[in-house]
């Protein structure tokens, strides 16, 4: 007898839209890859306004940042999700204290990740993503508790990986060259600090970076370890 889902996802998503239509996709695709019939899974999308996330994150407004997240999981809860997500990583900024307030569970991102780290035996893991991410705790503590090491990019090509995501990426543009400048980075990161890994957090990271790996670096896809989460949730 083909195991069904029995719990139905809601997604914080718009953050960016790009990266929204891979959750979509991958989440559809590992359900029937579950499911293992014809069936496909029914889940709620709330496509947030990004200026609602990205404005008060740039502001350093993280209570408004919380408010709003909160506000708009509220209505996955009242259109029926049992358990939910945000399809972003920088809004984990805020995420215990929306997990704490919010009317269903919620799945985080950072600790998928972490989860899969730990299962594949990495020691030590370059961090890829906005500036709120690359420099907040928010990934650093609970990598340190599972003694984790993370590794930040030298400040010039923090600023190189933070411009090229606000101005390119998040806007669907994804450039030959830009590409070329994040392997480079990978690469002096190898040299330098011996790296297992680069987490790509930043879920419009995959789309550029899109082959798994980089002379022997794997990539830990923040999408998609977070949407392989949110599908055994569906059939937990």
């Given at each position: 007898m083909i195991e069904k889902a029995l719990k139905t996802l809601g997604i914080i998503g718009g953050l960016g839209p790009e990266s929204t239509v891979d959750y979509y996709q991958t989440i559809i695709a590992l359900y029937r890859e579950r499911a293992g019939d014809d069936s496909y899974p029914q889940f709620f999308i709330n496509s947030m306004d990004l200026n609602r996330v990205r404005e008060p994150v740039m502001a350093n407004d993280l209570p408004r940042l919380a408010d709003n997240l909160v506000a708009e999981i509220e209505k996955l809860a009242r259109a029926g999700a049992d358990f939910g997500l945000v399809a972003a990583n920088t809004p984990h900024l805020v995420f215990d204290e929306v997990a704490s307030r919010s009317p269903i569970p919620l799945i985080s991102i950072v600790e998928a990740t972490v989860a899969a780290a730990k299962d594949r035996q990495y020691n030590r893991l370059a961090l890829f993503g906005t500036r709120f991410t690359m420099n907040g705790d928010f990934y650093a503590k609970p990598f340190h508790r599972?003694?984790?090491e993370l590794v930040r990019p030298?400040?010039?090509?923090?600023?190189?990986?933070h411009d090229k995501y606000m101005?390119?990426?998040i806007a669907g543009k994804f450039l030959t060259e830009t590409k070329a400048g994040l392997l480079a980075i990978v690469a002096r990161l190898k040299d330098r600090a011996g790296i297992d890994g680069v987490i790509l957090a930043g879920t419009e990271l995959p789309l550029i970076l899109h082959e798994g790996e980089h002379n022997g670096v794997p990539f830990l896809n923040t999408t998609r370890i977070h949407c392989q989460a949110a599908v055994e949730m569906m059939f937990s």
């Open positions: 599972e003694q984790i030298e400040f010039a090509d923090q600023d190189y990986i101005n390119e990426l």
